[in-house]
């Protein structure tokens, strides 16, 4: 059974249960299924789309989105989720890597769409071929128009095969230029499989989605696993801090997933204290590592901060620390998911055949159904390992397997053959009154080979700070006096008004390292 057919599936059992919330529209479930049989006439008449093309969608999350993709689905084409908040010479780049036989855009991006179509067609070899594979822009808002219902059968889910692909998920770019992850109908039903054990997810449930479905974690770490469940999601076009709380105390759901700079953001809303929070099973929080603050402060409330591990290579569900586990484990990404392998291994490439000891830090290593076939015209063999995917991500067990994350293998700061890693650092910072944000880097060092460099963002309202870059670089020094050990200490301090992010909230380490070393 492929995407198509398992949803279908799900949206004739009950037809008239709710399904879908989205921008004041109530969707039931065989309006959706109506609506995604409508889209797939669209796709297959006046927009000619074929097997194998690839579509990409350029705006905010709406309910065509998800019904854009499950079309997709039926008639074994690919969808390619764009990210809104690349620049456009950015989004042509991936545009002439996909290869892409047509851009769907909400209006709010329609122009930033044909500019990176433009540009990604000047940069073709010819002229000839250039005009030959330009893809042609289509309006989200025009996909479930009524003229071409006949063009499709309404049976056709199951005739795409379970290996075809259906989801190229280009990848965050935190340290260089995206890659474009591809998975198949088979994985992605591994990774809805994963999902539904790891949030112990029914029917019954009501999942708030508020990251972008442009990411791997707003598209499949909750959303369709919710919807192929046969769950309610409540869609919201973007995160807002206000709206969440609002629809959490008016909608009332039982699952959402955030990422530390939601969260933060929703901590500090006014309205998070006096919001009901009791709806909600557990929060899910991924993406990074989640700062001690933030997990306590969730705590507080009464509500479990759970974490999902992952990466857009791996689906991404790999790893998960469960509602029950929330409490006693905080700041663990918890156990391998349904049907998961995971190894950690010696980072530095010395011993490869067995796992590091207990406490040890070493290397993420995944073997999973739902782990990319592989990326879009480039090789992924450095990526693999004896069939096991390398996520680069380093992490240690304790005595019961129980896993945590420590940091990116390449954001390890070797000084002076000693292992520093940035989380423990940030830690020690965000716990400082006064600070809003924290990333720390290695630096190029002549006696030590690399020091750590902390980037630091000051609260508003700090009144713990001079606003004073020397005073303040003293105070945040003197903070790590008894904490750390001296050589974990940050050599260099740098005030900045904010740090540069991607979509799902992580930090791109490599601008900041461009700003101090170039």
């Known amino acids: 059974m492929n995407v198509a057919a398992a949803l279908d599936a ?98 709010e991006h329609r122009e930033t769409g044909s500019a990176a179509l433009t540009l990604a067609s000047s940069r073709s070899p010819s002229a000839e071929e250039s005009a030959a594979t330009q893809p042609r822009v289509h309006a989200i808002e025009a996909l479930l128009a009524d003229d071409d219902s006949s063009s499709v059968d309404a049976d056709d889910a199951e005739a795409v095969g379970i290996d075809a692909p259906l989801l190229l998920a280009y990848t965050s770019g935190t340290t260089g230029a995206p890659k474009g992850a591809l998975h198949t109908h088979r994985g992605m039903l591994a990774n809805v499989r994963a999902s539904i054990a790891a949030h112990e997810m029914s029917e019954h449930d009501r999942v708030l989605t508020v990251l972008p479905l442009f990411h791997v974690g707003g598209l499949c770490i909750q959303t369709l696993p919710a919807l192929l469940a046969g769950a309610q999601v409540i869609l919201h076009p973007r995160f807002d801090a206000g709206a969440w709380l609002a629809a959490i105390a008016s909608m009332r759901p039982t699952l959402t997933l955030m990422v530390p700079a939601t969260l933060r953001a929703a901590i500090a809303h006014p309205a998070w204290p006096t919001t009901d929070l009791s709806c909600l099973r557990v929060i899910m929080a991924g993406s990074s590592t989640i700062p001690r603050s933030l997990i306590d402060a ?110 990116r293998a390449r954001d390890l700061i ?55 870059d020397a005073e303040d670089a003293a105070a945040i020094a003197a903070a790590f006096d008894g904490k750390l050990a001296r050589f974990k200490h940050p050599r260099r301090i740098v005030f900045i008004d904010r740090l540069p992010r991607n979509a799902m909230g992580k930090v791109q380490a490599h601008l900041l390292r461009k700003r101090l070393i170039d």
């Open 10 to 107: 799900r949206l004739n059992a009950g037809p008239d249960r709710i399904a879908l919330h989205a921008e004041g529209r109530t969707l039931t479930r065989g309006q959706l299924r109506d609506a995604i049989v409508l889209a797939s006439a669209r796709l297959r008449g006046t927009w000619d789309v074929r097997h194998g093309d690839r579509v990409a969608y350029l705006g905010a999350n709406r309910f065509e989105e998800l019904v854009l993709l499950f079309a997709l689905a039926r008639i074994g084409a690919v969808f390619v989720p764009l990210n809104t908040r690349l620049a456009v010479p950015e989004l042509a780049a991936i545009v002439a890597h996909a290869q892409l036989h047509a851009l769907v855009t909400d209006a």
């Open 298 to 407: 969730v705590h507080a409330r009464d509500v479990p901060l759970g974490q999902i591990y992952g990466a857009t290579e791996t689906g991404p569900v790999t790893v998960a620390l469960k509602a029950g586990d929330a409490r006693g484990k905080p700041g663990f990404a918890g156990w391998p998911c349904f049907e998961q392998s995971v190894r950690v291994v010696d980072a530095a490439g010395i011993d490869r055949e067995v796992d590091v000891a207990v406490g040890a830090v070493g290397e993420i290593l995944v073997r999973a159904p739902n782990v990319m076939k592989g990326y879009w015209r480039e090789s992924a063999a450095e990526s693999f390992r004896d069939g096991w995917f390398a996520t680069g991500d380093l992490a240690r067990r304790d005595n019961e397997g129980c896993i945590e994350v420590v940091g």
């Open 414 to 468: 070797i000084s002076g053959g000693e292992n520093i890693y940035p989380a423990e650092l940030e830690d020690v910072l965000l716990a400082m009154g006064g600070i809003a944000e924290a990333a720390v880097i290695g630096v190029p060092d002549e006696r030590w080979g690399e020091v750590p460099a902390a980037f630091v963002v000051r609260a508003s309202d700090a009144d713990a700070f001079a606003f004073d």
